[in-house]
């Protein structure tokens, strides 16, 4: 089985940053892609940013120039630096990883449990 583990969510001032990490584990052949969603109450889960295997990057309009996705330093992790964070940034952070499993040959979607970031003062 495979399982997104996820880190660094909180509470934080306007203007200041967070950093989230994400470890993918498990019986991992190959992850071909990680990204960070969001998510707020009444509001359809959002794409924030992607990553490939390959090290292409997208980003939601949104977080351009203030977020930066990365991968971890360790094996299958993925990092998001938020930085210059607004009210509206505010939601449940989902990490979502496209996953081919030792026990398959075609790759399957994971999810992480979420985590709640906060921008208020």
């Known amino acids: 089985q495979v399982q997104l583990v996820e880190s660094g969510g909180g509470l934080v001032q306007p203007g200041r940053s967070l950093r989230l990490s994400c470890a993918a584990s498990g019986s991992i052949f190959m992850i071909n892609v990680m990204g960070w969603y969001r998510q707020t109450p009444g509001k359809q889960r959002e794409l924030v940013a992607v990553?490939?295997?390959?090290?292409?990057?997208n980003y939601a309009d949104s977080v351009k120039g203030r977020f930066t996705i990365s991968m971890g330093n360790a094996k299958n992790t993925v990092v998001l630096q938020m930085n210059s964070l607004k009210p509206e940034d505010t939601a449940v952070y989902y990490c979502?990883?496209?996953?081919?499993?030792?026990?398959?040959?075609?790759?399957?979607?994971?999810w992480g449990q979420g985590t709640q970031v906060t921008v208020s003062l």
């Open positions: 979502n990883a496209l996953v081919r499993p030792r026990i398959s040959s075609e790759a399957l979607d994971y």
């Open positions: 990553i490939t295997s390959g090290g292409s990057t």
